[in-house]
């Protein structure tokens, strides 16, 4: 008796211990969602957190069940071959420090294992639509403040000149010291001394630095007029970041959050409602911040992304009127790509074009000159440490860095085979979503709150997550965004959302079969 109420009263204790690790878990899931838009380290940490909660969570009593995928084979094979491809790499150091980023992976099970009902599913959704505003909100006040002193017209007297520097230039720092006006600039450069002052700029998408010798200013009454500027303004156009502090991951995460937005509000039933409006309103927000980016693969993978969804959840009237609203938009953004890149969309002057072009000749070269390199790959990073006697990168006289195309960096750092189970997980994916989509279709939606968040999200999810995909597989084509953590973070956001959505539905099903069985019987 008194056993058996010692065991009763230890599976009471696991219990509620198993209850607080779930509510801590659920919390992990809404920071991550909050903070991916936002930051890596913060939204790593809630990973990490997550991961170690979960991971705990065996260990008390009801145990957690794990629930199968049909992705799990492809996923695991995967990471698999990508860590046989870093133990058997040229650099096997550098290739096994960076299977902690292919660890990421993790987060599809994260999320789709834990959530446990499809309101708190949904409510994840929209906290990562939400709390994308927030750098939306922070590019438009950098614009509005602007940066640094932009140079409108410059005389050829000029110290600045003399270095190099030409009118449209943006200067942003001058010894590492933030410039805010001409002041900032004459506080260095009026101090005599041998060594010149190093003032870094914008122009365009490159930052070049310029070497100005100091104590030689122009005579004047005013800061502009000692440094031969005959006109100036605040910078405003620079390529916004968000928070990552670069362009391209920021546009790339604003792509799959936009793809979701668009989602949500094809499949949102009343579009003239404060649920419309607010989307509508994220809509605008994020579409102003992924033109600001001046990333012209991402622009395309949205309105790719967008095309897909609007296939798949509107009317052909309603696709009517988007095409024709949309042209003036695509007209638009290629000025303003001209005007802020001085390049057309297609290139072939464009040096961003020319690298590509360059390194993907080089890249599938060296993947097809050894058998080994086939099978196994070069490893992780291990170009860093090898392009010298590999000659990439033009010999070094292009920016070293990565192959700009998830194909071909996957095939040449872990081999052809899981390139081949890279394209067969996102088949499946994609399937999956198709089938998903095809069954939500026929759910009805309530009226009242049911109506403000019910079902439709659901469906709006997924419209999301396969219109975020496709887009984030054609921007993959010259880009290498499988790399960047930032994104496939919110990659895998995505999934797991979708695998947890599928588990909560096979139960639904399930439950739906079992209760008329009961009642045949």
Not at 22 to 51: E, K, N, Y
Not at 188 to 215: C, M, N, S, W
Request: aromatic letters at 10%; a positive charge; glycine letters at 8%.
């Amino acid at each position: 008796m008194n056993i058996s109420r010692s065991a009763a009263g230890d599976n009471k204790e696991n219990s509620e211990a198993a209850q607080w690790i779930d509510r801590a878990i659920i919390v992990c899931l809404f920071m991550f969602a909050a903070a991916a838009p936002h930051s890596i380290a913060a939204t790593q940490t809630a990973w990490l957190i997550g991961m170690l909660l979960w991971v705990s969570r065996f260990a008390f009593y009801p145990v957690s069940v794990l629930h199968k995928s049909p992705l799990d084979y492809a996923l695991l094979g995967f990471f698999i071959l990508t860590g046989l491809s870093a133990f058997l790499s040229y650099e096997p150091m550098v290739s096994i420090g960076k299977l902690r980023a292919a660890s990421l992976f993790t987060i599809v099970y994260l999320f789709a294992q834990n959530i446990p009902s499809r309101r708190v599913l949904r409510l994840l959704a929209l906290t990562l639509v939400a709390s994308c505003t927030i750098n939306v909100l922070y590019t438009a006040g950098q614009r509005l403040v602007g940066r640094g002193v932009k140079i409108q017209s410059l005389t050829v007297e000029s110290p600045l000149y003399a270095s190099g520097v030409r009118a449209g230039d943006t200067l942003l720092e001058i010894n590492g010291t933030r410039v805010n006006d001409p002041e900032d600039l004459i506080n260095v450069l009026d101090i005599p001394d041998k060594k010149p002052a190093t003032v870094k700029a914008y122009r365009h998408e490159l930052l070049p630095t310029f070497k100005v010798q100091r104590g030689k200013l122009l005579a004047g009454s005013d800061a502009p007029q000692r440094l031969g500027v005959e006109g100036w303004s605040k910078g405003r156009d620079w390529r916004a970041p968000g928070f990552y502090g670069h362009y391209v991951s920021y546009a790339e995460v604003l792509q799959l959050i936009l793809a979701l937005t668009v989602g949500l509000f094809v499949a949102l039933p009343s579009k003239r409602s404060w649920v419309g409006s607010l989307l509508s309103i994220a809509f605008v927000g994020f579409c102003f911040s992924l033109m600001l980016t001046v990333t012209r693969a991402s622009w395309a993978a949205f309105l790719i992304s967008s095309t897909v969804i609007l296939l798949l959840g509107s009317s052909r009237r309603a696709i009517l009127i988007v095409g024709l609203l949309a042209i003036p938009l695509v007209l638009a953004g290629l000025f303003f790509l001209q005007q802020k890149r001085n390049v057309s969309f297609f290139d072939q002057t464009d040096q961003s074009t020319t690298w590509r072009q360059t390194v993907w000749r080089e890249g599938f070269d060296l993947l097809v000159s050894r058998p080994r390199h086939l099978i196994f790959g070069i490893g992780m990073d291990s170009i860093k440490g090898h392009w010298r006697e590999w000659g990439m990168f033009d010999n070094g006289r292009l920016p070293r860095g990565h192959m700009h195309s998830n194909l071909l960096q996957l095939a040449l750092e872990r081999g052809v085979l899981a390139l081949v189970l890279w394209l067969v997980l996102l088949g499946l994916y994609a399937v999956m979503l198709l089938r998903l989509a095809r069954d939500l279709r026929e759910s009805n939606d309530g009226g009242g709150n049911e109506q403000r968040f019910g079902p439709w999200i659901d469906r709006g999810i997924v419209f999301g997550a396969l219109g975020g995909m496709i887009g984030f597989f054609a921007s993959g084509l010259v880009h290498y965004n499988w790399g960047d953590s930032e994104v496939v973070m919110v990659f895998y956001f995505n999934m797991g959302l979708i695998l947890a959505l599928k588990r909560l539905s096979d139960a639904r099903e399930t439950r739906k079969t079992t209760s008329l069985l009961r009642i045949e019987i």
